[in-house]
């Protein structure tokens, strides 16, 4: 392996986590206001049917096509996501991701809270943040992270995801995975 390589290898490394600043970097964890009052309706089809539609319309906003749903990342996702309930920790999970090399956004909030389309909207509304460029020079703030997952949603050259959620006594958790992975460093998102 050339020595340009290794670089842009282990700069991918420290971005691969969508929203991560490195492969120990622990997501903030932002709290969000809620739209509504009660428990929001949960279960695998309402989630995809959200996640769907919000990455679609996303994309759409920028001339993106949208990106397919599948089943083997949703089933990764699953699996990661029931770690954390498990756990109750929220880090990304270790790098590499699969193969190929799986992106990852996260999200966790208060138990039955937060509708789908409200978290994928967490997401979505970091592009108030997001200035085109070259990364990690992407955000009016001055800080990756906080563009990391929109990044991750935008990102040209990915083609597929796939979401789940798992739920501890307090916090739901949702993992969504990305096939070619995005955030690359030194690459443009879009």
């Known amino acids: 392996m050339g020595a340009m390589r290794a670089i842009q290898m282990l700069m991918a490394a420290l ?3 969508a929203c991560s600043a490195g492969p120990n970097h622990v997501p903030e964890r932002v709290v969000e206001p809620r739209a509504f ?9 309402l989630l995809r049917q959200a996640m769907e539609a919000g990455h679609r319309a996303a994309r759409a906003q920028a001339g993106l096509p949208p990106l397919a749903w599948d089943p083997a ?9 029931d770690t954390l309930a498990t756990t109750r920790r929220f880090e990304h999970s270790p790098q590499p991701r ?3 090399e799986q992106g990852e956004n996260l999200w966790t909030g208060t138990r039955g809270a937060y509708r789908y389309a409200e978290m994928v909207g967490h997401w979505v509304a970091e592009k108030r943040d997001y200035v085109p460029g070259i990364l990690p020079a ?5 800080r990756f992270e906080d563009v990391g997952h929109y990044t991750q949603i935008m990102w040209r050259a990915t083609q597929r995801f796939g979401c789940a959620e798992a739920s501890s006594a307090k916090d739901d958790y949702i993992v969504c995975r990305y096939v ?3 955030n ?7």
């Open 138 to 142: 992407v955000s009016r703030t001055g």
């Open 73 to 81: 990342l949703a089933r990764d996702a699953q699996a990661y996501a």
């Open 180 to 182: 070619p992975a995005g």
């Open 15 to 17: 971005l691969l986590g």
């Open 98 to 100: 699969g193969v190929p």
């Open 184 to 190: 690359y460093v030194g690459q443009r998102a879009f």
């Open 37 to 45: 009052d009660g428990s929001a309706p949960r279960g695998p089809a």
